[in-house]
């Protein structure tokens, strides 16, 4: 049934044509028959208030359709918890973001010194400080989702929700009090939390997440980073560039799914501080009588056990889907077996049809906010304003956040050659050297661009891959073009803006076939 479901899913044709049979369970059977029998409390239901759920709410109460929305965020193993607004707002984007410009103004106070300013040659940092502050500034995000969601009188409920039949859901409050809520249409959108690796000892007890990191009250102090997504490069980075001890270890290579141009993303954090153990897996962690960390891992490459200690160990190994505790089968919505995610179609639909899945809680949607929150909109949209419009998920720019930014929109080399064929694609490159670079002599060998076209004309563009300064407002307005179907040939008539480093992507002239350096001078 579920390889059945699967097929259904994933195909972008009408309507399903298969249901499943749903039976209330558990206590409450009079009111959920009653529920189902009778007018439902509401228009629309959304369990989840993060980006995605809170874009779909607003929007449908804008069209003037009765919404709720449940959230409910159960604690770390550590014991942080936070507001509404989901991961972006409280332990995720916005968070992260605050942290890597802190981090980088502390390199622009080194360069000051070269631009003239009188600068001290040691400033020390406060962690207490810029935790202080982007914790207040998370709060007030929190506070203002709440007054939106009440100026647009969508009712919120803090609870944990879990389904009771397939238009019926059951709210738990801190307290243990429970509500029934019946909805015509219900969104799930709950997203999901970081992994811990269990099968390590003392995983649990002494590591902690990124749910847990910008919440410390303390400096993490000397840290180890276990990952190598881009949650752990991120991490790890702008610990460096506050002036902290981090080491990145990593199993394989970095960034997976990523341009493995993303080579030089580690390349250059380990030319700035960053320490990679690499090939190693951890094994044990063992909290010590002073309190601290002692890591014990074996070396994979050489078979060899190996121990050090730290302050903090922070596990960023991947995120696991918040699907359990929502009681699914009793809607007889369907999850991936492998992945654990709910299986959707592309109308965002699960195998229930008035239930739906957004976010990245849903299969084969990538994990980003504007992505959550543009399919959330659209999804209010077709529901209650007669929209046929369907979420494109390809060609969705991102940026990975490290000291140097890695942006990137379309596919990878890797990605093109396996869709393509080698002989059928075109990848034009460079190194380039930012103009801010030069005066405080900084080290540009890392700064690179590559463009992956098709090769037959006008050889369209299928991907940009940018490391560089301010990487992410570079890609954004060059992913505008690209989903517009831009070739090679417009973005080298596309006029630059001098001196700039988004002007370098206009000006990539040397292909990675003709086996000429791409080094470039800059300004």
């Known amino acids: 049934m579920a390889a059945m479901a699967a097929a259904a899913l994933r195909s972008r044709g009408g309507p399903f044509r298969w ?67 989901g991961t972006c707002v409280n332990v995720g984007c916005i968070p992260k973001k605050l942290m890597h410009q802190a981090a980088l103004l502390g390199g622009l106070l080194r360069d000051a010194e070269h631009y003239g300013w009188g600068v001290a040659q040691r400033i020390p940092h406060d962690w207490k400080k810029l935790a202080e502050a982007v914790q207040n500034h998370v709060k007030s995000l929190n506070w203002g989702h709440r007054v ?38 219900i969104v799930i959108a709950t997203g999901g939390r970081p992994k811990y690796p269990m099968h390590v000892k003392g995983a649990l007890e002494h590591g902690i997440t990124s749910d847990d990191l910008f919440w410390l009250k303390e ?57 990679f153990l690499r090939g ?126 890695y942006g990137c929109v379309g596919l990878s080399e890797e990605e093109a050659v396996a869709r393509h064929g080698q002989e059928h694609v075109e990848v034009y490159h460079a190194h380039y050297k930012p103009l801010e670079f030069t005066v405080p002599q900084r080290d540009a060998s890392q700064c690179y661009i590559k463009m992956v076209c098709l090769r037959e004309p006008p050889q369209p563009v299928l991907g940009l891959h940018f490391l560089g300064p301010s990487a992410g407002e570079v890609t954004q307005g060059f992913a505008l073009g690209i989903k517009c179907g831009a070739s090679y040939a417009q973005v080298m008539r596309t006029v630059g803006i001098h001196p700039t480093c988004a002007e370098e992507v206009a000006k990539l002239r040397i292909s990675k076939r003709s086996g000429l350096d791409p080094t470039v001078t800059g300004c």
């Open 219 to 275: 400096s993490p102090g000397r840290t180890l980073v276990v990952g190598a997504s881009y949650v752990a490069l991120e991490c790890a980075g702008f610990l460096t560039g506050l002036g902290l001890d981090a080491t990145v270890m990593m199993r394989s290579v970095p960034l997976r799914g990523f341009d493995q141009m993303a080579a030089l993303v580690t390349e250059h954090m380990a030319s700035h501080g960053t320490r």
């Open 19 to 85: 249901r499943a049979r749903v039976s209330p369970a558990g206590c409450g059977r009079g009111a959920v028959r009653a529920a189902a029998a009778g007018p439902r409390d509401y228009d629309l239901l959304v369990i989840g208030g993060g980006s995605g759920g809170l874009a779909c709410a607003k929007e449908a109460a804008q069209l003037g359709r009765s919404v709720a929305v449940v959230d409910y965020v159960d604690p770390s193993p550590q014991g942080t918890s936070w507001g509404l607004g």
């Open 280 to 405: 190693c897996t951890p094994s044990h962690v063992r909290k010590l009588p002073d309190g601290r960390l002692q890591v014990t891992w074996e070396d994979l490459g050489c078979s060899r056990e190996d121990t050090d200690t730290f302050d903090t160990v922070l596990w960023a190994i991947g995120r696991a889907p918040q699907t359990r505790s929502l009681d699914l089968e009793r809607a007889g919505v369907l999850l991936s077996p492998d992945s654990q995610k709910v299986l959707v179609d592309a109308r965002d639909a699960t195998s229930v049809p008035h239930i739906y899945a957004i976010g990245d809680v849903a299969e084969g949607r990538p994990e980003l906010t504007p992505t959550a929150i543009m399919a959330g909109r659209l999804l209010a949209q077709r529901l209650f304003g007669g929209s046929s419009d369907l979420m494109d998920y390809d060609n969705v720019p991102t940026t990975v956040f490290t000291p140097l930014e």
């Open 148 to 185: 939106q969601l009440q100026d647009r009188k969508v009712k919120y409920l803090n609870v944990k929700a879990s389904f009771v039949s397939a238009h019926t859901v059951r709210g738990v409050t801190k307290a243990g009090k429970e509500t029934l809520l019946s909805a015509d249409h």
